[in-house]
């Protein structure tokens, strides 16, 4: 918030205070209850003004302790994410692949970006015509269709035209790979939260 659209918020903060003090003195309330009401009054519109001025710094703080605290995506700045690590030592992540939520395993070891057959036939996602690739995975090597995701978006961050594979193969697991990470201007772990930057 600008310091002139918080100096417009005090004027209309002691506005009220003056409004609250004259209706006070109208009522001829004794010197000692009116003041004690009056000290509350300024008690209470003081934190008023003091949690909407720092509104933002609240939400960031908020988001940041939902993300230590259960797992998940936190903005802590215009195009970063924060991923905390789940106890399976893993990051998790729900990404929008076509509007269409999916949760992924972000693997860096991983080449490509990978889907479940259910997770692409739910995000619209067509086998492209062709031959089958054969993809050497940690559970060895398996046959994958291509495939391409119009839209794919983590967060504030979004890719179009993202390369997958799809596979029966990979049960329910979706993985987003190197060819998602690299279009990133960085990304690291910082203990055990992983940081992506747009």
């Known amino acids: 918030m600008s310091s002139g659209d918080q100096a417009v ?3 209309y903060l002691l506005g009220v205070l003056v409004l609250v003090g004259s209706a006070l003195v109208v009522r001829r309330i004794p010197i000692a209850q009116g003041l004690k009401m009056f ?3 300024v008690l209470i519109f003081s934190v008023a003004f003091v ?10 703080l908020g988001n940041r302790v ?8 936190a903005q802590v700045a ?5 991923i905390r690590q789940a106890p399976d030592g893993h990051f998790w992540v729900t990404a ?38 054969m993809v050497r995975t940690a559970n060895g090597i398996v046959m994958v269709d291509r495939g391409r995701a119009e839209r794919m978006k983590i967060g504030p961050i979004e890719r179009q ?4 594979h799809i596979s029966d193969a990979f ?4 993985v987003i790979g190197m060819n998602f990470l690299s279009t990133l201007s960085g990304w690291s772990v910082e203990g055990r939260t992983l940081v992506m930057r747009s």
Do not use: C, Y
């Open 39 to 41: 000290v509350g009054w």
């Open 66 to 73: 939902l993300v230590e605290t259960r797992g998940g995506i």
């Open 171 to 174: 049960g329910d697991m979706n």
């Open 78 to 82: 215009p195009g970063e994410i924060r």
């Open 161 to 164: 035209n993202v390369a997958v």
């Open 9 to 11: 918020h005090l004027i």
């Open 51 to 60: 949690v909407f001025t720092l509104k933002d710094e609240f939400l960031a």
């Open 96 to 133: 929008e692949v076509n509007g269409e939520p999916v949760r992924f395993l972000v693997d860096s070891g991983a080449t490509t970006t990978s889907l479940s057959r259910d997770a692409a036939e739910r995000a619209g996602i067509e086998p492209s015509s062709g031959f089958q690739a």
